[in-house]
């Protein structure tokens, strides 16, 4: 069946080191999305990626990279510029139809913790 | 104030009652979405609509453009409906999320 794999689930790290979030898609999705979700607050946006290499900035970047070296893959890494950097990553993907809507799919999430 | 706003933000019931979750909005759309997250975090999409009224089992999505509002609605509501439901608009090919409504069903 096709989706989204995140890895891992849960991710531990100490503060001040980078840290990589996994996030893989067999959809054949053109679009894909990296956001973060804090208790209390709506999802928001990281990094998108619309074409392999190539991607944007979203509202909250500084302190994340990304890559789109392949179609299937996109990920984002939290380093150590990152102030807060503990919470719930959220990857997804869509279809790319120009100015169309389209349905979006979204992993499982990743829960990173520094301590 | 947010982009998205979601009411109530907490909702708890009794299994069997119908359940409305709202969402209005501020800005020019291109098409709504309804999201239900799990305890454990992976989210499912729902609904995706841009005018009148979507049913998928007993959940049902409605959506009023002029006004700005759309709402969610959960009919026979049942303890594995209770998650988190969040509304997601979409503007300029990007998701702006409101903050959810955490949803319990008791049985």
């Known amino acids: 069946d096709g989706g989204i794999t995140q890895s891992p689930k849960y991710l531990f790290r100490k503060e001040g080191q980078n840290v990589t979030l996994s996030c893989e898609q067999n959809l054949n999705h053109d679009a894909m999305y990296w956001y973060r979700q804090d208790p209390g607050q709506g999802l928001r946006l990281i990094y998108y990626?619309?074409?392999?290499?190539?991607?944007q900035k979203g509202d909250i970047a500084e302190g994340y990279s990304v890559s789109r070296e392949k179609k299937e893959s996109f990920p984002l890494t939290v380093t150590s510029a990152q102030k807060n950097p503990t919470a719930f990553y959220l990857c997804?993907?869509?279809?790319?139809?120009?100015?169309?809507?389209?349905?979006?799919?979204f992993g499982s999430g990743t829960r990173l913790t520094v301590v | 104030k947010n982009e998205v706003e979601q009411s109530p933000q907490n909702l708890t019931a009794q299994e069997g009652e119908f359940i409305t979750i709202n969402c209005s909005y501020s800005?020019?759309?291109?098409?709504l979405h309804w999201l239900q997250q799990h305890p454990g975090g992976g989210i499912v999409s729902l609904f995706m609509l841009s005018s009148g009224k979507k049913k998928h089992g007993r959940l049902i999505a409605t959506i009023n453009i002029q006004e700005k509002h759309s709402s969610l609605h959960i009919t026979a509501s049942h303890p594995r409906d209770s998650a988190v439901y969040i509304c997601a608009v979409m503007r300029a090919q990007k998701l702006v999320f409101g903050q959810g409504t955490r949803l319990t069903i008791n049985p």
């Open positions: 997804a993907s869509s279809p790319q139809t120009g100015r169309g809507n389209y349905g979006y799919t």
């Open positions: 990626s619309q074409i392999v290499n190539d991607f």
């Open positions: 800005v020019g759309i291109s098409a």
